[in-house]
């Protein structure tokens, strides 16, 4: 085998230095030198005043967005720059961003302890048995899949709301008797650690630059969303387009979701396919493809009250509304496989190896679904599930209405 040429002689231009709130003091000679032979700086309007006796070149601060500065790196290329960020650039930091133009050969990165690592010793946990998440420009909702009984979460603030935004959710959660501890500018003389219960939090006049450590501690009555696939129905709002209970564990087990996969969902509805898909690991994505514009509604209210804001929602008909979308990995077809055209046009789209899974209830679908069977291969099942009802004084079983499940696999 072949081994890869060497890049030892690629020139290491564009210097991401990891500052904390300690400033210079804190960094090594070598960051010192790179900031201050730099001749371009970049970082927010706080690490260049940290860095400041240090900067001899010309300072630009993030614009909002941060992306609108990527060109000016970019004019820069071969030529000493050097970006400033907190802590380590590559946890939740700035790095990603910058590697997507500039090869990781071309980069000397020289990192601080992170947020969570400084919060995790702060608190003496240990950072593998910690959930981190960051809340730094996204929604709120996205801690809600992290809260089960007894997790420890880390949370980057966006600002000096968050704590008691967090807080608030917690207690409306029926997790009011977590503890918030809310660890302000960890690092420097500024650094502050206060404690409050989530339902009486009363911290007040918090610095934005905080992170938050939560104990979780539910109450009985707590909602909690299951680790498994099949979450009970009364979770989602819906108008009786909604994927049952059993039927949607069997259907996202047969979707086989796997790491950075997308998922189409056709025919949206209550958006719990997608949701549950979502919920199985965050580097998952999924697009919903609703008609109706209420339909379409409800299942945005749904991701967001299950903890799943990122699930990116289409409305329009299929196939037409299907139109410039990211190829997916994975789709399902829970309606609309009857109308014109949306067959051939999701496995025109489905990438090779992925998956097709068409839910049919109606007569007229499943003789559809059993045509597709004869073509194109796969498997095709009839489930059914009956729940125990009452029958006079006692009780028998009620089926409900059986669905024929096509899933298939595209070479």
């Known amino acids: ?71 000016e790196v970019k004019r820069h290329r071969g030529r000493a720059v050097a970006v400033l960020a907190s802590g380590d650039p590559f946890h939740f930091g700035v790095g990603k961003q910058l590697t997507e133009f500039v090869p990781a050969e071309e980069i000397v990165c020289l990192p601080q302890p992170s947020a969570f690592s400084l ?43 968050t704590p008691a935004k967090l807080a608030k959710l917690l207690d409306a959660h029926r997790m009011g008797q977590s503890r918030i501890t809310v660890l302000e500018a960890m690092g420097g003389p500024r650094e502050r650690i206060r404690r409050a219960r989530a339902a009486n939090f009363d911290i007040e006049e918090i610095i934005p630059l905080n992170t938050i450590a939560i104990e979780v501690i539910a109450e009985p009555e707590a909602a909690i969303i299951a680790l498994a696939s099949g979450l009970d129905d009364a979770l989602f709002e819906n108008d009786g387009q909604l994927t049952k209970r059993e039927i949607r564990a069997v259907t996202l087990s047969s979707l086989e979701p796997r790491h950075g996969e997308l998922l189409w969902d056709v025919g949206l509805g209550a958006g719990s396919i997608a949701i549950e898909w979502l919920l199985r690991h965050p580097s998952l994505g999924a697009i919903g493809v609703e008609a109706r514009n209420d339909r379409a509604d409800r299942a945005a209210r749904n991701a967001a009250a299950l903890g799943v804001p ?33 067959f051939e046009a999701v496995w025109a789209a489905l990438k090779p190896g992925g998956r097709l899974v068409a839910n049919a209830v109606s007569l007229e679908t499943e003789a559809r679904l059993a045509d597709y069977f004869q073509r194109f291969g796969g498997d095709l099942a009839r489930l059914q599930v009956a729940r125990a009802d009452k029958v006079g004084t006692m009780f028998g079983w009620r089926p409900s209405m059986p669905v024929t499940q096509w899933r298939v696999r595209k070479p």
């Open 1 to 71: 085998m072949n081994a890869e040429p060497a890049t030892c002689n690629v020139q290491r231009w564009l210097s991401i230095v990891g500052i904390g709130e300690d400033g210079v003091e804190g960094l090594s000679a070598v960051a010192r030198r790179l900031i201050t032979s730099a001749e371009l700086v970049v970082g927010g309007a706080r690490h260049l005043e940290l860095a400041g006796d240090l900067i001899r070149g010309r300072r630009l601060a993030w614009p909002s967005p941060m992306s609108d500065a990527f060109s």
């Open 119 to 161: 919060a995790a010793a702060r608190m003496g946990w240990s950072l593998q048995d910690v959930a981190p998440v960051t809340l730094h420009g996204r929604a709120l909702q996205g801690i809600i899949r992290h809260l089960q009984p007894g997790a420890r979460i880390l949370v980057l603030s966006w600002d000096d709301t």
């Open 310 to 342: 990122e699930l990116r929602i289409v409305q329009g008909r299929a196939p037409e509304a299907l139109a410039g979308l990211a190829r997916p990995d994975a789709v399902f077809v829970g309606g609309g496989m009857m109308d014109e055209g949306v």
